[in-house]
């Protein structure tokens, strides 16, 4: 079994033991009411019978501040030896608490006492099973803290030896047979379950790695058209929904066409693939915001919550970072290495408009970036459907 597994099982068959103290102690409480209240009725009130609620009180108070003290070390594997014995000491002491306040109940009166307090203080090691069967050693801690006094006791103080052996040998069946048998079905109830967690969490991984491979464009690793088709719509609900801006930038290579028929398509790709990593070094800031390709050399930078002034500033970044690349382009008329054009477009707040008028004027816009001259990027939005191109720096 992989060492990885084997310590989460370890892991958790501990923690759903201390995971069941809530009931233990409820249930524990609740028989501990039952048992004072009717040695009470029966009997009065009696120093046995406080001292012994006082060490039912100490007992249940330390198996919880025990168990509170070892869930992080349980929780991320560094439990000691001293702190197993710790655990196993809690757990005994319940029990022989159990033990002696039936002892002492019995000897009250023996003959009306001796079976109820057999039944109960049996039932309850027993019972331990369900609480405690993640670990053998601490159910067998916890059964025998409880039936080894009461054992003891009938054989030297009742002098009832067949009843001390009858419990001994149901004690040591139990304990060396069914619970066994048990532990093992618990284990490999836990396996079962973390093996289930992992095939889920790879299937989630795969499914994840499948999404993210049908949204990315296999050249340039940026996003695709798919994505950008799927994204832009949910963008702009949200935009309209809480009355934000809405800035789209598109952009594509000048002279895209003549760089591939004269360096090649290998260039072409190997020139893409560098705009795009140009790109990885724009922070875009804006959440929600990306790039995507969308075209053979087009591209689009998505601005939610982006105001028109950090657009124009956004996309002349684009545009300097890309022909800072120093890509040779002999063949554009506009520069000797590779260059962009942008459009901007922006949706106000306030406008009531279409994604798709949104996406038409940006590239309107573009396409006025071309007409003045390429190299530089121009501006329109919704309010006004005139283009506004913007100086190239000198």
Excluded at 32 to 41: E, P, Q
Excluded at 105 to 124: D, F, G, H, K
Aim: aromatic share 10%; proline share 2%.
């Amino acid at each position: 079994m992989d060492s990885s597994i084997t310590f989460e099982i370890e892991r958790r068959k501990h923690l759903e033991m201390l995971d069941a103290f809530p009931l233990i102690a409820i249930l524990q409480s609740g028989l501990a009411a039952l048992v004072l209240s009717v040695s009470v009725f029966n009997y009065g009130i009696s120093t046995h019978s406080i001292i012994w609620a006082m060490l039912f009180i100490v007992v249940i108070s330390l198996r919880y501040l025990v168990d509170r003290y070892l869930r992080p070390l349980i929780d991320n594997g560094s439990m000691k030896q001293i702190h197993w014995i710790g655990m196993l000491i809690a757990r005994s002491l319940v029990g022989f608490v159990w033990s002696l306040g039936s002892i002492w109940y019995i000897q009250v009166a023996p003959e009306q006492n001796l079976l109820a307090s057999t039944i109960w203080c049996t039932a309850l090691a027993f019972a331990g099973t369900i609480f405690h069967i993640n670990s053998v050693s601490v159910l067998r801690a916890y059964f025998w803290s409880l039936i080894l006094p009461l054992v003891i006791y009938f054989s030297l103080g009742l002098n009832r030896h067949f009843e001390a052996f009858i419990l001994v040998l149901c004690g040591v069946i139990y304990m060396s047979l069914y619970t066994r048998t048990l532990h093992n079905k618990a284990i490999v109830r836990i396996k079962e379950a973390i093996e289930k967690e992992q095939l889920i969490r790879q299937l989630s991984e795969a499914n994840l790695s499948i999404k993210q491979l049908a949204e990315q464009d296999a050249l340039t690793l940026l996003k695709n058209r798919t994505y950008f088709n799927q994204k832009i719509e949910t963008i702009w609900q949200r935009t309209q929904k809480y009355q934000q801006t809405l800035c789209v930038i598109l952009f594509d290579i000048d002279h895209f066409k003549p760089f591939n028929d004269n360096y090649g398509h290998v260039a072409g790709d190997k020139a893409l693939r560098s705009v795009a990593k140009r790109l990885t070094f724009i922070d875009l800031e804006a959440e929600y915001s990306f790039f995507a390709r969308v075209g053979g050399e087009e591209f689009v930078a998505v601005l939610p919550n982006t105001s028109l002034d950090k657009a124009i500033a956004i996309a002349e970044l684009i545009r300097l970072e890309v022909e800072s690349a120093s890509i040779p382009h002999q063949h554009s008329s506009c520069s000797n290495v590779i260059t962009i054009s942008a459009g901007v477009a922006i949706s106000s707040a306030n406008e009531k408009c279409s994604m798709i008028e949104l996406m038409e004027r940006a590239d309107k816009a573009l396409y006025q970036a071309k007409e003045g001259g390429r190299n530089q990027i121009a501006v329109m939005n919704l309010r006004s459907h005139l283009a506004a191109p913007q100086e190239q720096p000198s």
